[in-house]
């Protein structure tokens, strides 16, 4: 059943339902009961933990959460990763805590989830900004009667609660018109508030909290390195021989050079670089480029560039990143914190720049963090990893061109190396690109046997060098002037 469809059902279901005799006092009743059982939770702060082991390794799992807004965080050791609702969008959170939205369609059923979670209805403004909670009789499950209510709003689908007579306690939530359903269990006083300590989806153990409690700390959204500067942010120099951009920088006070990789998912570090500054090794990661291996993560900083400073963060380690030049990878941390302008004919990186109006301005949607923008090769939609750390102008998956071999034909073939492996690359020429209403051609394109990657491929540095790239992540925009 469709979203439009159900929260028509939701409308269907309060108008026949607050129209029987004295069923909106009832509602109002049951309301006053299930606020005071289980205490102002909409308003509460509240932390919770408790440990799973997933593929034989131990996790610590967080949440931080304040109404509809949660983090969920993952941790062996210091490592972190997760995922953050703002009540609309779902984000992706870096070990770093650098959060990317996973996509720009809001969420309806984690909205949903939220509402219940929370106790998000039972505020006593959620009526009067647009939510609807309704009477839906009485209902069985396991055995059991509860009194039954449906609850949702104009953006979340809507969800019948099972709520038990006796305690006023929400046994169960299910999607209207549909099976999937949450129980809700072990419930126990933390501080004037009553919460479940066991979640089970689909009769399957969702969670198992070990802790739960309110704090009286404000809930703060996650965010990544955040840099600051002295004076106004500097341009900044690139090395004008190479084709990826490539500048100066320092870690922990030794002058390096660094890579700006729109391909990178945060931050990365030679081993050599590592070693000489003594960086605790704090867990581990498993890298993906040509080829992959596992390798550690360590705590390095400060990061200097131009006259932006960034604090201590969290690195992964690559041994095979010094042949290339470069001691450091600043990927998705680094650009998501500021926005990063890149002028490839000027030689300069700029940091915070401010927004140019440009005739090419696409969508960005985040595949582990990195960006992702649709286009057209020839008459084919491909959606293409911008990566301006491949030296590359077009560089296919290889599955994909496997798809459609008439997109080139292949003229040149040529070894390539990259991070954890090496392979062979197909050249060939395609009459044109499409990028929003702008088109461009004819363009170099390859493929690479053993690329897997980002989406179907990525848009390297030799085709971004052909425009003023501007990369917005807080706005999930991607924007190009081209040079005349």
Not at 122 to 141: C, K, N, Q, Y
Not at 286 to 299: A, D, H, I, K, P
Not at 327 to 346: K, M, N, P
Request: hydrophobic share 40%; charged share 15%; with cysteine.
């Amino acid at each position: 059943m469709g979203f439009a469809t159900r929260t028509g059902l939701l409308c269907a279901l309060m108008l026949g339902a607050l129209g029987a005799n004295g069923s909106e006092n009832d509602v109002v009743r049951l309301l006053e009961r299930m606020r005071a059982a289980a205490g102002p939770v909409w308003q509460a702060h509240i932390v919770s933990v408790s440990r799973l082991t997933l593929a034989g390794t131990a996790n610590l799992v967080s949440s931080d959460s304040a109404g509809l807004r949660i983090t969920v965080r993952h941790c062996t050791g210091e490592v972190c990763n997760g995922t953050y609702f703002d009540g609309e969008h779902l984000y992706s959170i870096n070990m770093n805590g650098t959060a990317l939205a996973d996509s720009l369609e809001p969420e309806p059923f984690l909205r949903s989830l939220r509402l219940v979670a929370s106790l998000e209805f039972l505020s006593p403004t959620f009526l009067a900004h647009g939510g609807e909670v309704g009477d839906a009789g009485a209902g069985t499950f396991a055995g059991r009667r509860y009194r039954t209510i449906v609850v949702g709003d104009v953006n979340a689908v809507p969800l019948r609660l099972y709520v038990d007579p006796q305690t006023a306690l929400i046994r169960l939530a299910r999607e209207v018109g549909g099976s999937e359903t949450f129980e809700y269990g072990d419930y126990r006083r933390a501080g004037i508030l009553r919460l479940p300590f066991e979640v089970l989806h689909d009769g399957q153990l969702f969670e198992r909290y070990d802790d739960r409690a309110a704090v009286s700390s404000s809930f703060t959204s996650p965010h990544g390195p955040t840099p600051s500067f002295r004076g106004r942010p500097d341009d900044v120099p690139t090395d004008p021989r190479s084709v990826t951009p490539i500048v100066a920088c320092s870690v922990g006070g030794i002058a390096v050079r660094c890579l700006v990789d729109s391909g990178n998912s945060g931050l990365s570090i030679s081993s050599e670089l590592a070693s000489r500054l003594g960086a605790p090794v704090v867990g581990s990661y498993q890298v993906r480029g040509l080829g992959g291996y596992s390798t550690q993560v360590v705590r390095a900083g400060p990061l200097r560039i131009g006259n932006a400073t960034y604090p201590e963060a969290y690195y992964a380690v690559l041994t095979d990143l010094r042949r290339y030049g470069y001691d450091v990878v600043l990927g998705a941390d680094v650009i998501a914190a500021t926005g990063v302008e890149i002028d490839a004919s000027a030689h300069v990186i700029r940091f915070a720049a401010p927004i140019e109006q440009s005739p090419i301005v696409l969508p960005i949607s985040f595949q582990t963090f990195v960006p992702v923008v649709d286009v057209g090769l020839g008459g084919v939609p491909a959606a293409l990893a911008v990566d301006t750390g491949d030296e590359s102008n077009i560089n296919l998956a290889y599955d994909f061109y496997a798809k459609h071999p008439g997109l080139f034909s292949v003229s040149q073939r040529r070894s390539v190396s990259g991070i954890g492996g090496s392979s062979v690359e197909l050249i060939g020429v395609i009459p044109q690109v499409t990028l929003g209403d702008y088109r461009t051609g004819p363009q170099v394109i390859g493929t690479t046997q053993t690329l897997r990657g980002t989406a179907f491929g990525h848009l390297g540095a030799a085709f971004l060098g052909q425009f003023v790239v501007q990369l917005n992540y807080a706005a999930a925009e991607l924007r190009l002037i081209p040079k005349t």
